[in-house]
């Protein structure tokens, strides 16, 4: 047999190769050049009848040949490839300026996020939750929290009379009477939280339905010096390590009783900003956060404490008006409203 | 109230600055609301704290604190004897009465200077005459309310009694007399009620310009029955602040007194013999004890007893420490306090106001671990979760609604949702009856928000329905609450499922898109929720489409309702877009029950045979149905059967609904599944179904 001249199958390898710019031409270079009836294939296939002599060398040299074409055919097909992959990415450009598809979230309301909020810092305190009716006896919103009729403390609260003798309990404050009246074990830690009422005219900063929180402690041997504890770690762990005040306060059910003052974050407790009083704080340079009091005797004895035995602390936290301070909305009508484009824009910027 | 800083650093010393004086009062509790630069301050007072109505009782306060010195005005000195006019007691609910004559003296009526009016000017109130003038500063410069009467217009003795059925008086300031209850205390001649006592005199008996006498009224009243005669007739005063709050037994005398010495002093007015008075408060001297060595265990701070004993004289006590065991000061209650003051804890209370609330010692008292979450709470922070990833907001609707929103609903007298439990002095026509379901407040939230163009509309809330309930006897004697409390969680959705979608067309927020929220709920929290047959004596049953709607079961037990708004309902209501969805659940049920664990299969590495066989159902033939004898009929290997598709024609006049439901078979390890098997269990299911109820119905395989 005529000896295979490897160099020009290569040549015209090399030449058909560099024409191809497609994966189809590729396929079709390699089906001529190294596919079964390809010179190069006759080329191996033709070996046997070489003689011995020659058949390492020319075996070799075939081989060689074939082994570049293959290598030259994988470049060719990866560099295609690339290129392609490349073209076609270029394509898949997607606008990003255009919104995301993800379903929008709803969210929890302002008022329940700063319960939740006071919840977890009493639980570390070793307070739980306890609730009780909305639909209550006078005796446990009045009565047996030293308010006895005609009081005038009866004039803070106005209240929701229904059918019955019964009442909208203005305040989370019976939660604690029934609680009292229960007589569990010491110590006695509950938080009460929820919904009170109050019978007002109804603008945009009073409304006749909105949200308490209430605490409760009873042990032997709590005090002032403990109320003041206790009420200085609330308030921190709420707004952080600002100062705090106490100053004297009214609740018939305490005595005595205190408010708890936070310095004013805007004017840090000087009352004025840049000459003019401070709006937020009205140039008191504190605001008011938290009311609070030792349990008044009157109260431990309404339901058979001996107050020489026990001592407790109350306290009471306004969650609708920390709500509102916290999302910047002084109008709570707005926040107790069912528009929910107010919903949506106090979690949602730009909506 | 209203003060002037000026006026009262004539009573006692003052910080120099008014930023000082604002801290000073606030941390007495004598809070300052409003601080003008002139000195013109308001304080919010303390509801239980009559005594501080007043300049003295502001001052004594202060120096309660600073320990300075209290000026108080001059008091003419009155004496009782021979009444200047005949007084008669007919109650015990005024304490004491004063009455004492002046006459002018010449032409001139008399004027009070400036200076003596400036409590009246930072009080706000007008310059009147003098008479008037030195009652209104009598009380706000000593507490003391008091009042004059043009002796000339009075006819016969002055009563002090009870009002009588059908009695009238024409107080003063309104257009016209007005009806007085039976009971109310009153002052009266004999022809005519003078003064609602407490609260305010009257038009017949007033001062004017042209008196030439005054009886001056001076007494103090039984706190609770003023209260009720302001709040009756609608009518508050300064007058009755300071009556209502307990005035001061002791004082007026007092306060008479210095209306004498300012009216006196104008040189216009004399007085007439002597002050009459009927009653006799004796002073009960009130005493209370207080233990030094507990007192200082309150605070966790030294306190010795002198410093007790001090303190409590600066405001009025008359105190003394034992000798004997050194520990027990004896407190004798000063007559402005008698009625607040009572136990140990009050005195604790004057203390800490002298120290400074922020001057005793803070410490927190010892804890232990603290608590968790409760379950209900944890499980409710998960539906929370739940919601709010498909795009619900929490909102609150308030606890009652009008009848007009029930009007809305178009239901018959008798229909349960019209059982209510009624405020009885709601001030809002709007809160008139507690709401026995969320339903009517959820539709006006979608209408509202369609008013202010927003149809998308997915809001949720935990709230509670009030229903009517007979009252019974309770073992403390008390009677039962007239109504049940049931804690519900609602949902109302309207709009789309997915709102602000621009690539694909959104659906609706549909009854299937709350049916994927109860299924969402139930894996979330492990609970056999499902939807179940709609229980046609449920409350909503009427005012949901009747046609799409559902009861939702928990463990078969229903807890709940979903459906969609009845197109009437939303006529009612206006709203004009879209088909509002209402889902309603028992909050009790869904926090209380036990979740069940899931029951975890490993996914087999064989890979599972998918078939899909296509059924045309009549109209009203459920899916289920064809889905459920699919089921029962498929062999072990089948595992899912999903409706995948629908497609929805009509054939021979009949619309159809042609379902795809997919099947997927899978083969276990070392039971291997062939082609074949899984199209003879495909054929074994097509025969079932055709042959079954779902063929007795009109369904058929659609080849």
Known sequence: MNRPDTQAMLAAFTAALAEASTPEQIEAVRQAHTGKKSEIKLALRGLGAVPPEDRPALAKEVNDVAQAMERALSEASASIEARALAARLNEEWVDLSLPGLAPPRGARHPVISVEEDCLAVLRQLGFVRVDGPEVEHPYYNFDALNIPPHHPARDLQDTFWVDGGYLLRSHTTTVQARVLESRPPLPIRIASAGRVYRNEAVDATHLAMFHQLEGLWIDRGLTFAHLKGLLTTIAQSLYGKRPVRFKPKFYPYTEPSVGVDLQCGVCEGEGEVAGAPCEACHGAGWVTILGAGMVHPKVFREFGYDPNEVSGIAFGLGTTRMASQRVGVSKVALLYGQDLRVHTRLHRSGV | ?703
Not at chain 2, 49 to 70: K, M, N, P, Q
Not at chain 2, 197 to 210: D, M, N, Q, Y
Not at chain 2, 443 to 450: D, F, P, T
Request: with cysteine; glycine share 8%.
């Open chain 2, 1 to 703: 109230m209203k003060i002037s800083v000026d006026v009262l650093r004539r009573y006692t010393a003052l910080p120099e600055s008014l930023r000082q004086v604002r801290l000073l009062l606030d941390d007495l509790g004598l809070e300052v609301k409003r601080l003008n630069p002139d000195g013109h301050l308001t304080l919010e007072l303390l509801a239980n704290r009559g005594d501080h109505h007043c300049y003295e009782g502001i001052a004594r306060e202060i120096t309660g604190r600073t320990g300075g010195a209290l000026t108080t005005p001059a008091v003419a000195t009155l004496t009782v004897g021979e009444s200047p006019w005949p007084l008669r007691l007919e109650t015990d609910l005024c304490l004491v009465y004063t009455a004492t004559l002046l006459e002018r003296v010449g032409e001139d009526a008399g004027q009070l200077t400036d200076a003596q009016l400036a409590p009246l000017r930072a009080a706000g109130l007008a310059s009147v005459l003098a008479p008037v003038d030195a009652t209104n500063l009598s009380n706000l410069e000593l507490g003391q309310p008091t009042h004059v009467f043009d002796a000339d217009t009075l006819v016969g003795a002055v009563t002090i009694r009870l009002s009588r059925a059908g009695e009238r008086a024409w107080p003063l300031f309104t257009a016209e007399p007005v009806s007085v209850p039976e009971g109310t205390l009153v002052i009266a001649d004999d022809v005519k009620i003078l003064a609602i006592a407490g609260v305010i005199g009257c038009e017949e008996s007033k001062t004017t310009a042209s008196t030439r006498r005054i009886l001056l009224e001076s007494a103090t009243f039984d706190p609770v029955k003023v209260r009720i005669a302001s709040r009756a007739l609608g009518i508050h005063t300064d007058s009755t602040a300071r009556f209502e709050r307990g005035s001061d037994p002791a004082r007026p005398l007092v306060g008479a007194g210095r209306v004498v010495q300012l009216l006196e002093g104008t040189g216009a007015w004399r007085r007439v013999g002597e002050s009459g008075q009927v009653g006799a408060w004796v002073n009960p001297e009130r005493v209370v004890g207080l233990s030094v060595s507990a007192a200082a265990g309150f605070f966790g701070m030294p306190l010795p007893g002198e410093q007790i004993v001090e303190i409590l004289g600066r405001l009025g006590y008359i105190a003394h420490l034992s000798p004997d065991d050194g520990d027990t000061v004896t407190a004798y209650v000063p007559t402005w306090r008698l009625w607040d003051v009572e136990y140990a804890d009050d005195l604790y209370e004057d203390l800490a106001r002298s120290i400074g609330y922020n001057n005793t010692p803070v410490a927190l008292p010892p804890v232990d671990m603290g608590a968790l979450p409760s379950a209900a709470e944890l499980r409710r922070h998960q539906i929370d979760g739940l919601l709010q990833s498909f795009g619900f907001y929490e909102v609150f609707t308030d606890g009652f609604y009008g009848r007009a929103l029930i009007e809305n609903l178009g239901l018959p007298d008798a229909h349960p949702l019209r059982a209510h439990v009624q405020t009885e002095n709601a001030l809002d026509r709007a809160y008139s009856l507690l709401k026995s379901s969320c339903f009517p407040q959820a539709v006006e939230l979608v209408a509202l928000n369609q008013r202010v163009k927003n149809e998308q509309v997915k809001a949720y809330e935990w709230t509670r329905t009030f229903h009517p309930a007979p009252q019974h006897k309770l073992p403390s004697g008390r009677l039962s609450a007239p109504c049940t409390e049931r804690r519900v969680l609602w949902c109302i959705a309207s709009g789309t499922d997915r709102p602000r979608a621009w690539l694909d067309k959104s659906r609706p927020a549909d009854l299937f898109f709350l049916k994927g929220v109860v299924e969402e709920l139930a894996v979330a929290l492990g609970l056999d929720l499902q939807l179940g047959p709609a229980d046609a004596e449920a409350t909503l049953a009427d005012v949901l489409h009747p046609a799409r709607q559902a009861s939702v079961r928990l463990n078969g037990a229903v807890v709940g309702v979903v459906g969609e708004v009845h197109p009437s309902v939303l006529k009612g209501f206006k709203v004009r877009k879209g088909r509002p969805v209402y889902l309603e659940l028992d909050e009790d049920a869904l926090l209380a029950a036990p979740s069940q664990a899931v029951v975890f299969e490993e996914p087999s590495e064989l890979h599972p045979i998918d078939r899909s066989l296509a059924f045309s159902l009549p109209p009203k033939v459920e899916a289920g149905l064809v889905s459920e004898a699919l089921r029962a009929a498929g062999p072990p290997s089948l595992i899912r059967v999903n409706v995948v598709d629908l497609f929805e024609h009509e054939e021979a006049g009949v619309a159809l609904r042609t379902f795809t439901f997919a099947l997927t078979f899978q083969a276990t390890k070392g039971q291997a599944l062939s082609a074949d098997e899984v199209n003879a269990g495909c054929e074994a299911m097509i025969a079932a179904v055709e042959s079954g109820e779902p063929g007795a119905r009109g369904v058929r395989l659609r080849r």
